[in-house]
C-alpha cells in the first residue's frame, strides 16, 4: 500500500513543482476553504456536521471534471466500485464491499440511488446520463432510517440544479472531441417575479464514432445521440409554502460497445488454455489480433433508450414543523442486444426490453424542539418491471429461446429520526424503519424448437415444440426493520467525532434471467447488513485543512450473489443466498488549500478493504469459508490537485490533474481466476482558461496514459468462452462555456 501511495503523491508532487516554479513566495496568501453543504439527512447542514463519510461533488467540479453519469463515481469516492455489466449499459455501484452483482433489470440496486429524492427502483434506470446538477453526494455504510428502498450498502444522492428567484443567469457550451464527438449545454434560470420561476436545461451528445471495430466487416460500433432536456418550476403561494415541479426528459439511440472474447479450449498457436482470447470456443473461434476493442461479434449493437421522470414537492411551514411531500413517476423503456458468447458464433445472443414504470410517495413532518431535531414520516411505492429476453442459440445448441418476466413490486414504510442534544458537545442520534414489501413475478424461458432436426437445448425434436422449460408465478412478502443508534461528540477545535451502529435490509426477489428449470427460478430471500463505524470530521483554518477518517465493521448476512446452477440442461448463473461474510476498512479523505502557494488545492480519498465470505455451495461443491467478496478491491484511492494562476495581464487559468487507482477486484463469489480484474490507475488532466468573468475555454484529456483496464470478467467455460469489459481508452476534448447574468 505504501507503494500505491507514494505514486500517487509522487504524480501529484511533480506537477506540483512544473505548475508552481514560476510562483513567488510572496505571493502565498492562501484562500479559505469553501463550507460545503449537503443535504444527507434530508436537511440543510454542512459536511463537517454530518456524522456520515461522504464524499461530495459540487456543480462547478461536476462540470469541469465532466461527471456525466454513475460510472464515473469512483473517481470522486473510494471504496465505490463500479462495474458495467456490458459497455455502455447497466454499470453496478458497490460500496464498501456491499453490492448486487446482477445485470437484471428486475432487481434493485443495493446502494440506494436517488435523484432529488426519489428513489429509482430498477438497476436499468442507472444507464442514464447526467446534466445541470448542483451536487453529488456519496453516502456509505446502511442509509436505511432515513432513504430505505434497499440501501444497504449506501446511498448515492443526485441532486439537480433549482430556480433561483434572485436574478437572472444562463449558460451556453458547447465541446468537441475524440471520436467525432460533439455536445451542447444550455441553461437558463428566469426569475418571473418575486414568487415565481423557472430553470430551463437541456444537453446533447452526438458522437460519431466509437472505440470498437467489428475485424470481420470493419465496421465501428459505438456512435451515441444522446438528447436530455428538463424543465423546473418554483412558485412561493405563500411567506410558508414553496412548490417544485420538474418535468424531465431523456431519449438515446446509441451503440452499445462489445467485450473481449477468451475461449476455453487449446489452439495450435495458443497451449495456454483456458483464459485467452487465443484459446477457441467450442466451435472453432478465436482472437488473435491481441486488440480489447476489436473482435467479431454478432449482434446488432443498436440501444434505444426512452425516459420521462416527473417530480412534485411541496415544503410548508407549519410553524411547530415543517411539512414536506414529494412525489415522483418515472416512466422507462430500452431495447438493446448482448452477445454474451462475445463471438461471431449465435451460442448466447439476446435481443433484449426492459419497460420500467414506478410511483413513490414520501409525506415527513420535521422540526426542532427542546433541543431535538426530528423527523418522522411515511413512504409508499409501486413498481413494475416488464422485461424479455430473445435468445439465438443456433450455432451450438440449434434452438432459440423467448424469456419474458413481469415483476410489481409494492413498498410501505414508516419512519422517524431524532438527533437529542445532551449538551453542548453531545448528540445522540436514534432512527427506525419499519418496511413492508410485497412483490410477484410471472416470468418463463421457452424453448422455441424452431430448427431440425432437435433442440439441443431442452432435446425436443423440430415439430414437437415450443416447450416451456422453467416459468414462475409467485408472490413473497418480506417485513423489516431497519435502525441506526450513533453518537456525536463535537470539540471546540471544529471536530466531530462520532461512533455509529446500524442495520440495514435489502429485500428479497425473483431471478428474472434465461432459466432452463423451475428450480432456478425459486426466489431468493432478503440480506441483512449490521454496521458498527467510528470516524471523526475536522478542519484547520490556519492551515486550510479539512480532513476525515472513519473505520467500520460489517456484519453481513444472507448475502445475495450470484451462484451457479447446473439443474437443468445448461449451467445459469442465478440470483441466490450465502450465509454471510465480515467486511471491515476505512475511509479517509482530506481537502487542502494551501497557505504556501497561492492558488494550489489538493483533495484525496482512500478506501481500504478487507472481506472474507463465510462457507457456501456451488453445484454441490463446498467452498471454504475466505473468498473474497465480488467488487471489493483491497485499495481504491483518488487525488486530484488544481492551481489557478494568472495568464498574462488579464487572463486567469486553472490547470487539474487527478488519478483514480484500484487493487484487483474479483467477479464472482468464486474467484474465478477468470473472473477477476487486474489494479490500474487512470490519469486525467484539464487546462481551463478564463478569458473573460463570463467565458471559460477549457482542454481535457481522460485516461491519458491510455492504459488498457478491465472493469469486468465473465468465465463460461463450460459453454466454452468468456468475456471481459474493457475501460474506455484515452479521450481528450475541447469545451467553451458562455456564462450570462
Known amino acids: 500500500m505504501k507503494k500505491i501511495i507514494s505514486h500517487h503523491l509522487l504524480f501529484v508532487a511533480i506537477n506540483t513543482v512544473v505548475i508552481s516554479g514560476a510562483v513567488s513566495a510572496d505571493s502565498s496568501r492562501a484562500s479559505e476553504l469553501d463550507e460545503i453543504i449537503v443535504t444527507a439527512q434530508k436537511r440543510e447542514q454542512s459536511l463537517q456536521d454530518v456524522s456520515i463519510s461522504i464524499s461530495v461533488a459540487g456543480s462547478e467540479e461536476i462540470?469541469?471534471?465532466?461527471?456525466?453519469?454513475?460510472?464515473?463515481?469512483?473517481?470522486?469516492?473510494?471504496?465505490?466500485?463500479?462495474?458495467?455489466?456490458?459497455?455502455?449499459?447497466?454499470?453496478?455501484?458497490?460500496?464498501?464491499?456491499?453490492?448486487?452483482?446482477?445485470f437484471n433489470a428486475a432487481n434493485n440496486p443495493?446502494?440506494?440511488?436517488?435523484?432529488?429524492?426519489?428513489?429509482?427502483?430498477?438497476?436499468?434506470?442507472?444507464?442514464?446520463?447526467?446534466?445541470?446538477?448542483?451536487?453529488i453526494e456519496v453516502l456509505k455504510g446502511p442509509q436505511g432510517t432515513m432513504y430505505g428502498r434497499n440501501s444497504t450498502a449506501g446511498a448515492l444522492n443526485v441532486v439537480t440544479a433549482k430556480p433561483d428567484l434572485e436574478a437572472f443567469s444562463a449558460r451556453a457550451g458547447g465541446m468537441a472531441g475524440s471520436y467525432d464527438t460533439y455536445d451542447i449545454d444550455l441553461m437558463a434560470n428566469i426569475p418571473l417575479s418575486e414568487s415565481f420561476g423557472a430553470r430551463f436545461a437541456?444537453?446533447?451528445?452526438?458522437?460519431?464514432?466509437?472505440?470498437?471495430?467489428?475485424?470481420?466487416?470493419?465496421?465501428?460500433?459505438?456512435?451515441?445521440?444522446?438528447?436530455?432536456?428538463?424543465?423546473?418550476?418554483?412558485?412561493?403561494?405563500?411567506?410558508?409554502?414553496?412548490?417544485?415541479?420538474?418535468?424531465?426528459?431523456?431519449?438515446?439511440?446509441?451503440?452499445?460497445?462489445?467485450?473481449?472474447f477468451f475461449g476455453a479450449l487449446p489452439t495450435a498457436t495458443e497451449p495456454d488454455c483456458p483464459g485467452r482470447p487465443e484459446c477457441s470456443n467450442f466451435v472453432g473461434y478465436s482472437d488473435t489480433d491481441q486488440d480489447p476493442y476489436r473482435g467479431a461479434w454478432s449482434t446488432n449493437p443498436d440501444y434505444s433508450l426512452n425516459q420521462f421522470i416527473s417530480t412534485l414537492r411541496v415544503d410548508m411551514d407549519l410553524g411547530f414543523s415543517a411539512l414536506t411531500f414529494i412525489t415522483g413517476s418515472i416512466d422507462f423503456d430500452r431495447s438493446y442486444s448482448s452477445d454474451v458468447d462475445a463471438s461471431p458464433?449465435?451460442?448466447?445472443?439476446?435481443?433484449?426490453?426492459?419497460?420500467?414504470?414506478?410511483?413513490?410517495?414520501?409525506?415527513?413532518?420535521?422540526?426542532?424542539?427542546?433541543?431535538i431535531i426530528w423527523q418522522v414520516g411515511i413512504f409508499y411505492a409501486n413498481d413494475e418491471v416488464k422485461t424479455t429476453y430473445s435468445g439465438t442459440h443456433t450455432d451450438m445448441l440449434n434452438t432459440t429461446t423467448f424469456t419474458s418476466a413481469r415483476q410489481e413490486a409494492t413498498s410501505r414504510a414508516l419512519f422517524a429520526n431524532a438527533e437529542w442534544r445532551l449538551n453542548d458537545q453531545f448528540s445522540l442520534i436514534t432512527g427506525l424503519r419499519a418496511t413492508k414489501e410485497k412483490k410477484s413475478n410471472i416470468g418463463s424461458t421457452t424453448d422455441l424448437v424452431t430448427l431440425a432436426p432437435a433442440s439441443f437445448l431442452s432435446m425436443t425434436p423440430f415439430g414437437?415444440?415450443?416447450?416451456?422449460?422453467?416459468?414462475?408465478?409467485?408472490?413473497?412478502?418480506?417485513?423489516?426493520?431497519?435502525?441506526?443508534?450513533?453518537?456525536?461528540?463535537?470539540?471546540?477545535?471544529?471536530?466531530?467525532?462520532?461512533?455509529?451502529?446500524?442495520?440495514?435490509?435489502?429485500?428479497?426477489?425473483?431471478?428474472?434471467g434465461v432459466a432452463t428449470t423451475n428450480q432456478q427460478l425459486i426466489p431468493y430471500d432478503a440480506e441483512t447488513l449490521t454496521a458498527y463505524e467510528v470516524g471523526f470530521k475536522g478542519r484547520s483554518e490556519d492551515s486550510n485543512i479539512s480532513y476525515e477518517a472513519s473505520a467500520f465493521y460489517y456484519d453481513y448476512e444472507d448475502i445475495q450473489t450470484f451462484a451457479s446452477d447446473q439443474s437443468g440442461a445448461v449451467p445459469v448463473n442465478r440470483l441466490a443466498n450465502i450465509d454471510g461474510a465480515t467486511i471491515y476498512g476505512l475511509d479517509l479523505q482530506a481537502r487542502w488549500n494551501s497557505n504556501v502557494v497561492e492558488g494550489l488545492s489538493i483533495n484525496v480519498g482512500a478506501g481500504l478493504l478487507d472481506t472474507e465470505l463465510e462457507a457456501f455451495s456451488s453445484d454441490g461443491v463446498v467452498i471454504a469459508k475466505g473468498n473474497e467478496q465480488p467488487e471489493a478491491p483491497k485499495i481504491s484511492a483518488n487525488i486530484q490537485a488544481n492551481y489557478a494562476f494568472n495568464l498574462g495581464q488579464s487572463h486567469r487559468a486553472k490547470l487539474s490533474v487527478d488519478s483514480y487507482y484500484q487493487s484487483k477486484v474479483m467477479h464472482?463469489?468464486?474467484?474465478?481466476?477468470?473472473?477477476?480484474s487486474d489494479g490500474y490507475a487512470v490519469y486525467n488532466a484539464r487546462l481551463m482558461v478564463y478569458l473573460s468573468n463570463d467565458l471559460e475555454l477549457s482542454f481535457w484529456g481522460k485516461n491519458l496514459g491510455n492504459k488498457e483496464y478491465t472493469t469486468n470478467a465473465?468465465?463460461?467455460?463450460?459453454?466454452?468462452?468468456?468475456?471481459?469489459?474493457?475501460?474506455?481508452?484515452?479521450?481528450?476534448?475541447?469545451?467553451?462555456?458562455k456564462f450570462f447574468q
Open 714 to 737: 465473465n468465465s463460461q467455460l463450460a459453454l466454452g468462452n468468456g468475456f471481459r469489459v474493457y475501460g474506455a481508452p484515452k479521450t481528450w476534448g475541447i469545451s467553451l462555456n
Open 110 to 135: 443495493s446502494t440506494g440511488v436517488y435523484i432529488d429524492e426519489v428513489s429509482l427502483s430498477s438497476l436499468a434506470l442507472l444507464s442514464s446520463d447526467f446534466f445541470d446538477l448542483e451536487r
Open 202 to 260: 437541456a444537453k446533447g451528445i452526438d458522437q460519431g464514432e466509437g472505440h470498437w471495430t467489428d475485424s470481420a466487416s470493419g465496421k465501428n460500433f459505438g456512435k451515441r445521440d444522446v438528447t436530455m432536456t428538463r424543465a423546473q418550476m418554483l412558485w412561493l403561494p405563500s411567506d410558508r409554502t414553496k412548490v417544485f415541479l420538474k418535468l424531465e426528459d431523456q431519449r438515446a439511440r446509441n451503440e452499445l460497445g462489445h467485450a473481449e
Open 63 to 102: 462540470r469541469e471534471r465532466r461527471i456525466e453519469s454513475v460510472t464515473d463515481i469512483s473517481a470522486i469516492a473510494a471504496n465505490a466500485n463500479i462495474k458495467p455489466a456490458i459497455p455502455g449499459l447497466m454499470p453496478i455501484l458497490t460500496v464498501r464491499g456491499v453490492g448486487l452483482n446482477d
Open 464 to 512: 414437437s415444440g415450443p416447450l416451456v422449460m422453467a416459468s414462475v408465478d409467485e408472490s413473497i412478502d418480506d417485513t423489516s426493520t431497519d435502525w441506526k443508534l450513533g453518537l456525536n461528540w463535537t470539540l471546540e477545535d471544529s471536530t466531530l467525532v462520532y461512533l455509529s451502529a446500524s442495520q440495514g435490509t435489502k429485500s428479497g426477489g425473483f431471478f428474472t
Open 345 to 371: 458464433a449465435r451460442i448466447l445472443d439476446f435481443a433484449n426490453t426492459d419497460d420500467v414504470s414506478q410511483v413513490s410517495q414520501e409525506v415527513r413532518l420535521s422540526g426542532e424542539q427542546d433541543g
Open 668 to 676: 464472482n463469489a468464486l474467484n474465478s481466476p477468470l473472473a477477476t
